[in-house]
């Protein structure tokens, strides 16, 4: 990512939670916590053990246990750290026919501590063997655990891709912050770039300096265009107060600058409504950053989110 981007942003105080994610060995659990880390997809090795990581996710700081999912980890170190935990991650491989022991092992990680919120993640969706997720619902039965008094969330995601992931991670930062964190989006700077024609288009709703704006869109147009080798495009810049939300149609690609606490998830379909609506227009050549604007000042704010705990 270009080191642009991350040199506009200023430090926030955060709250910080303790995360134990755990799972089957083989799951993407750590390649969920390096996308968490880095934004993007690192091929990994096997966790013999225990892994600590620090990551900071809008306006929480995560301190994630990421836990080996053999058995000789399973019975020597899972209780412990699911017990200190302020939130439990349990990761599935969605093509991973060990669904008796994958069930066993969920349910007896949640047991260990029964009043924190429980975050599911079935992964790997982007495998051809994946398993349906109602499917992998029943097997395991987990609206039983959705019938419970504490929160439980249950996803489908790739975190090779990143199809979902922000969904997910929305979720148990909502979860965790209460009340204050409700899917919120304010768009401080919209960016949309045509990829066939390069032409780039801008419009921002704070005083951000020329000169930045100018260093922001000439190093936006190289990170976006990481994105075509992707099926999902998505990615996802966080550092310190604010965040760079980028999403891929092709061959158009918007990057929505919103606040550190501000919903990931909310942004991405700001953008994809932005670039349905740009598509017919920029087709004939007809498009400008003040037809950006006028799009933006109608269709945002958009309420059309609505958070999983309300009906």
Known sequence: MSSI????????????????????DGAGKTTIVNRLLRSEFIPTTRTLGVNYRTVKYRQIEFNLIDLGGQQIYRNLLWHNALEKASAIVFVLDSADLRLTEASEAFWDSIQYNAEVPVLFIANKIDLGGARAFDLIVR???????QRSARPVGLFRVSAKTGEHFYDAFDWIADVLAGEESTFKCKVRVTIMIDLDS???????????????????????????????KNPIGM????????????????????????????SVVRAKLIA?????????SIEIGQFDSRILLKMMERQWPLDIYKSQHQD
């Open 5 to 24: 981007l991350r040199r506009i942003f200023k430090g926030k105080e955060t709250k910080k939670y303790e995360i134990t994610i755990v799972g089957l």
């Open 235 to 262: 990615e996802v810049i966080t550092a310190s107060d604010l965040q760079l939300v980028v999403v891929k149609n092709h061959p158009l690609v918007t990057g929505l600058i919103i606040g550190y606490s501000d």
């Open 139 to 145: 097997d395991l039965d987990l609206a039983r655990a």
């Open 198 to 228: 390069h032409q780039i288009y801008t419009t921002k709703f704070t005083n951000v300096e020329r000169a930045i704006l100018d260093q922001l869109n000439e190093g936006i147009s190289e990170t976006m265009r990481e994105l075509t």
């Open 272 to 280: 994809e409504r932005l670039m349905k609506s740009a598509t017919p």
